[in-house]
């Protein structure tokens, strides 16, 4: 038997309703935080991978105020009656073959104020402040990622918690969600009255921040890449002869050797003969040593073997393509068989940190998680896969955030004395608090491009998440080189101009890290 309900001041802990043809049902975490789920059926959904938040019972004087109408259609206030946000129209459309059977396509309209600017959803590289207007799938890639998450200059902000690929579809008045796969509709509102009591809300639904090392706030020196140990030592000695500060040198790929060892997690080329010896030495000129480490392994590599006789591997296309690693563009019929592993199974984490160990015994000081989005060439039946948890589309967005977590979670239980710190290249929400920090992606050496990273990386610190950098300069250069050379981007004043203000900007980050690729920075 179906009931209607006028409305409801919802002061209680939790309570569900029907209302029109969907469940409604509110749950109080705080006096300002207030979760709503909606339903066709009963409400299966028990926990969430990025709220750790219990709800705290019943508030005396709930600072927001929830109202459900007739329709089903929700409306918030604050507590002196002064209206917040009022929903639109919801949907929840039942998927009725394939992998994701019997769930569902779940969507939500919120009615906005004409000119009520929002910020935050991720790393958006359009330039933009207010991200009103935004018509686009999100969906996690190397230079644009979601948190699905937004904070209104009204004070408040809506964490969407659904992990598939999600359409924001905003016309002006009415800004729409769309999820792909759903159990249901499900999302929190936070009141924080401004934006520091929004963040600081997200961070109480979501995770605290914990404190970064001391040294990772000063300056960082990477290039794309240093292709024996020598050749890092001298940077960090030709910074201490300048009497330049440096805090920090990070090795990227290829010092395991080959694209068929791809991400072996140790040093199998031999123009870094003794690792030990060599992270040694940077550590007695005064620096601290970052290393690039994949969410992918080649054939030929020992994590490769275990998590492939286990199941824990995807068969999609991913970085690099070709097993010949000197020749571009790469040769596709000598294919590198390098796959990304199922970062969703708690067992494959485990491998991924055993084998990570190797690097970890040799002191080095912190992880450069690449390609956690990850590196994916869309191909049909990919998103069908099926992971630890679903299938790979109902999935997608939260792949960083079951990499990254799963790296600090095995490092602060193995090390209580040592301050975790992650720099990945894409997040979700409660990724705040593994001790990372997001950088924007490959981006290009222009003006545009550095423009565009301002807004960026202040839309990425208003969704609660302060650990933000950019690739200084631009990752590539190329259009500054002289015709037919590489690396003449260095002696061009033209690049030189820009790469002096974007050193300017990276002051300003709480990563100051120069990158890229075809110049010595």
């Known amino acids: 038997m179906k009931r209607l309900l006028l409305s409801l001041f919802a002061v209680y802990a939790a309570v569900s309703l029907y209302a029109a043809d969907v469940k409604v049902k509110v749950t109080y975490y705080s006096p300002e935080i207030v979760r709503i789920e909606k339903s066709a059926g009963s409400f299966q959904r028990t926990n969430s991978v990025s709220v750790i938040m219990e709800p705290q019972g019943t ?3 709930p600072k927001v105020k929830v109202s459900v109408a007739r329709d089903g259609t929700v409306t918030f206030t604050d507590a002196k009656g002064r209206k917040l946000l009022t929903e639109g129209a919801s949907s929840v459309e ?10 569902w396509v779940v969507s939500q309209e919120f009615r906005l104020d004409a000119d009520e600017p929002i910020y935050g959803l991720g790393m958006l590289q359009n330039g933009k402040m207010n991200l009103r207007g935004e018509n686009r799938r999100m969906i996690q890639s190397n230079t644009e990622d979601y948190t699905n998450f937004f904070q209104s200059i009204k004070g408040y902000g809506i964490f969407w918690d659904n992990y598939s690929p999600t359409t924001i579809a905003d016309d002006g008045t009415t800004l729409k969600l769309t999820s792909e796969v759903g159990d249901e509709i499900d999302y929190y509102f936070i009141y924080g009255g401004n934006a520091d009591g929004v963040i600081a809300g997200v961070r109480q639904l979501t995770g605290e921040v914990p404190m970064l090392p001391l040294w990772t706030y000063g300056f960082h020196q990477s290039r794309e890449r240093y292709k024996t140990g020598k050749e890092l030592t001298d940077v960090v000695k030709g910074y201490r002869d300048a009497r330049v500060p440096l805090d920090g040198i990070i090795q990227d790929w290829q010092y395991w050797g080959n694209n068929y060892l791809w991400n ?3 040093f199998l080329n031999e123009d870094f003969p003794n690792p030990k010896e060599w992270v040694e030495e940077v550590h007695n000129m005064g620096a601290h040593m970052s290393i690039s480490i994949w969410q992918s392994f080649g054939p030929q590599t020992k994590p490769y073997r275990e998590l492939k006789e286990k199941g824990l591997l995807f068969d999609f296309i991913t970085w690099p393509m070709s097993g010949i690693s000197h020749i571009w563009p790469p040769r596709r019929d000598y294919p590198s068989g390098v796959v990304c592993y199922d970062a969703y199974s708690a067992e494959a984490r485990d491998i991924y940190w055993n084998n990570l160990k190797r690097l970890w015994d040799l002191d080095i000081d912190a992880w450069w998680m690449d390609s956690t989005d990850p590196d994916h060439t869309y191909r049909e039946g990919d998103f069908d896969q099926m992971s630890a948890m679903g299938s790979f589309r109902s999935v997608r967005n939260i792949y960083p955030l079951m990499c990254v977590e799963g790296v600090y979670d095995h490092q602060r239980a193995v090390s209580s004395d040592k301050r975790v710190f992650i720099l990945t290249r894409s997040f979700f929400m409660g990724q705040q608090r593994t001790g990372a920090n997001t950088w924007s992606g ?8 550095f423009r565009k990273q301002i807004p960026l990386c202040l839309n990425y610190t208003l969704t609660g998440a302060p650990q933000v950098n950019s690739d200084i300069g631009g990752f590539f250069p190329s259009g500054y080189n002289k015709p037919g050379q590489t690396q003449t981007c260095s002696t061009n004043p033209l690049f030189q101009e820009l790469y002096v203000r974007w ?6 980050n709480p990563m100051m890290r120069s990158h890229g690729e075809s110049s010595r920075r």
């Open 264 to 266: 072996a997690m140790e």
């Open 503 to 508: 050193l300017q900007f990276g002051l300003f």
């Open 59 to 61: 508030p005396a004087k």
């Open 442 to 449: 490959d981006t290009q050496s222009t003006w545009e491009d």
């Open 94 to 103: 039942a998927i009725t073959d394939g992998v994701d059977k019997g769930f």
